[in-house]
């Protein structure tokens, strides 16, 4: 059974260990989690490798203080976003053997109330990861337009009726701030019509992805860390990424298969080395937890896993 962190069960711990296994088991193995959270999936690496050095970055100070407590000298910790990851391992002097990205918000995050990401309870708007500065959802409600809102809700949260929940906010602060998520499920709720509520889901979960997607730039820290990270893998280094939806994994699908894809113009006699693949893919699409993980842990229903190989060197 996979190590548990505060009741926190890391995703497909065994199909990590499994994919990162062969680099990890060389001399001076360095180990990167850049979304180390609770530390759960660090702390088994440290169990299953030891020897291993191993790396965690957070952004979120909150978990990168508890990840120091769960890991002790097992683990360097640093704060940062994911975007950085290689400033974070230049200035540490190494490159990575095996890297993970575990993407989304934590459980950690969902369960305090002060973080404003749950939309099941009535909590402050935040959803900062890092809550030391930058707007929150609650700002961006107050000063998005409405064309602003629709389009926010619609490419981040893909959600069919952005139009009208955006023209519901725009109303409704007309008669004061929109703070807290109680306020704002009303108003989704009572944007979205009937039969749409009775399925899918919770009705406003997709404005929830929405707007904590843009208030930490999500995306936009994806499209530069995964790059960043591939560049600082050895030859023969592996990295995984775990995402919950559909977004990030189009971002991890392209990167990921760019790498893996020729890049010499078709007919071609003879392929020069520098436009040969750099990366071998160690999964076939992207892979869905079993069963029997799902089960046992629901987070991991959502999961999409992409994993590669470093193998050729880059200028």
Excluded: W
């Excluded at 703070?179 to 399925?199: D, F, K, N, T, Y």
């Amino acid at each position: 059974m996979p190590p548990s962190t505060g009741g926190h069960t890391p995703v497909s711990s065994e199909r990590l260990c499994a994919l990162a296994g062969p680099a990890l088991a060389r001399p001076d193995a360095v180990y990167v989690d850049a979304t180390v959270g609770l530390g759960g999936h660090a702390a088994l690496i440290a169990e299953r490798f030891p020897g291993v050095r191993v790396i965690g970055i957070d952004r979120d100070p909150e978990a990168v203080a508890a990840s120091r407590r769960r890991l002790g000298a097992a683990a360097e910790v640093v704060q940062a976003p994911f975007a950085r990851i290689g400033e974070v391992l230049d200035g540490l002097g190494t490159a990575a053997d095996a890297v993970l990205f575990d993407l989304g918000v934590s459980s950690a995050q969902l369960d305090r109330d002060e973080r404003g990401f749950a939309y099941s309870r009535d909590t402050r708007l935040d959803m900062r990861m890092d809550p030391s500065g930058g707007p929150t959802a609650a700002d961006i409600l107050a000063g998005y337009s409405k064309a602003e809102l629709a389009k926010l809700l619609s490419d981040f949260g893909q959600e069919r009726f952005a139009g009208r929940i955006a023209a519901a906010i725009v109303a409704a602060r007309a008669d004061g701030p929109i703070e807290r998520s109680g306020q704002l499920v009303e108003l989704i709720r009572a944007a979205i019509p009937a039969p749409a509520r009775r399925v899918g889901g919770h009705p406003a979960k997709r404005a929830f992805q929405a707007l904590r997607v843009a208030v930490n730039g999500e995306l936009e820290q994806l499209e530069a860390g995964l790059p960043a990270a591939i560049g600082r893998l050895k030859l023969g280094g592996r990295i995984i990424v775990m995402s919950y939806q559909s977004l990030e994994d189009a971002i991890a699908k392209r990167v990921l298969g760019a790498g893996a894809t020729s890049t010499a113009p078709p007919g071609l006699p003879l392929e020069p080395e520098a436009t040969k693949p750099f990366l071998r893919l160690l999964t076939r699409g992207a892979e869905h937890a079993p069963p029997a993980e799902v089960a046992a842990n629901p987070r991991s229903q959502a999961l999409r896993l992409r994993a590669a190989e470093r193998i050729r060197e880059t200028p």
